[in-house]
């Protein structure tokens, strides 16, 4: 599918601001989350430029680069499959959410409620203090879901002007809206130098990093797209955890109440992207049992993972 045409400033302006009307509580709630991302950033900048987080910088970039590495084994197979049982496909998924789901719990939540008590000195004001993040995560989430133009294998286009857009960056910021907060989440996770958080949340992400890569590799494969295209998209949209990790890693390292913040805004957008993408991809074939089994081993895996490392 080649590019339609392109539409004159002013003519992409008036079909964002339709959207924007037709969406506006989502759009609020984008707004208000891109300027608490953009302050915790901006206050947590100078620790970085100053390099008073150099050890963990680099920490979140490792971290960062293991996804990316990983998503491309994951779909280095492009190369010798066209497809997968779909039932397959499921339970990779599955597995892929489990893992989230158990890494949001296990270590951004939980290390998060401490640090909030341990900030504020009250248990309740610890927990406030991640579900504002958490809000952050999701606000932010479903205005990028929103406002993306985006594709999704069996639902369709969203987005203003999606149709516009060659259907080969459709798919690829659908990608993007996974691999952006996972990477955050990376980043958050080292942003104390605590190696018993970020390593099990890397590890996590990391391996869960294999079937993503490889379900992304074959909806792209399904569509037509050769083998060598295939893999390297699927491949370069791993570049996004290195660059997620050091945005989570800068708004983190600011007020000591950014870290539990930041840990609830990285839980609250993969929690959203789990429930609102993943999960359900996985029940529209029939095959939500095995996508269900899939689910349980990936969170059991990494409620172990994290015990062990953690």
């Excluded at 900048?45 to 920490?59: A, F, K, P, S, W």
């Excluded at 990477?183 to 996590?204: N, R, W």
């Excluded at 792209?220 to 083998?227: F, N, Q």
């Excluded at 109440?257 to 840990?263: D, E, Q, T």
């Amino acid at each position: 599918m080649a590019l339609s045409g392109r539409l004159p400033g002013s003519l992409r302006q008036h079909a964002l601001w339709r959207h924007v009307e037709a969406h506006p509580m989502t759009a609020i709630g984008l707004m208000v989350s891109c300027l608490a991302v953009l302050l915790l950033f901006l206050g947590g900048l100078r620790d970085v430029l100053t390099d008073n987080t150099g050890t963990h910088m680099r920490y979140a970039l490792w971290g960062g680069f293991a996804g990316f590495a990983l998503t491309t084994a994951g779909a280095f197979p492009g190369f010798f499959l066209k497809a997968l049982p779909q039932r397959i496909e499921d339970g990779l998924l599955g597995l892929a959410a489990g893992m989230m789901l158990a890494a949001s719990s296990f270590s951004l939540i939980l290390p998060g409620i401490k640090a909030g008590d341990a900030i504020t000195g009250s248990a309740f004001l610890g927990a406030m203090t991640v579900v504002l993040g958490m809000a952050l995560g999701v606000m932010l989430m479903l205005g990028m879901d929103e406002f993306t133009p985006h594709e999704h294998t069996k639902t369709g286009t969203y987005g203003p002007e999606s149709h516009r857009l060659n259907r080969i960056w459709l798919f690829v910021l659908a990608i993007a809206l996974h691999n952006l907060p996972e990477g955050m989440a990376i980043g958050v996770g080292f942003a104390q130098g605590d190696l018993q958080v970020g390593i099990p949340l890397t590890s996590a992400i990391a391996m869960q990093d294999i079937p993503e890569g490889l379900a992304v590799v074959m909806a792209l494969r399904s569509v037509g797209y050769s083998p060598l295209k295939s893999v390297s998209i699927a491949s370069l949209t791993g570049l996004l955890e290195p660059l997620g990790s050091i945005i989570g890693l800068t708004l983190s390292s600011g007020l000591a109440i950014a870290y539990p913040v930041g840990l609830g805004l990285a839980a609250g957008a993969m929690i959203f992207v789990v429930s609102n993408e993943v999960i359900p991809e996985t029940h529209r074939n029939g095959h939500q049992k095995f996508a269900t089994v899939g689910l349980v081993i990936g969170f059991a895996l990494m409620m172990t993972l994290d015990t062990v490392l953690g």
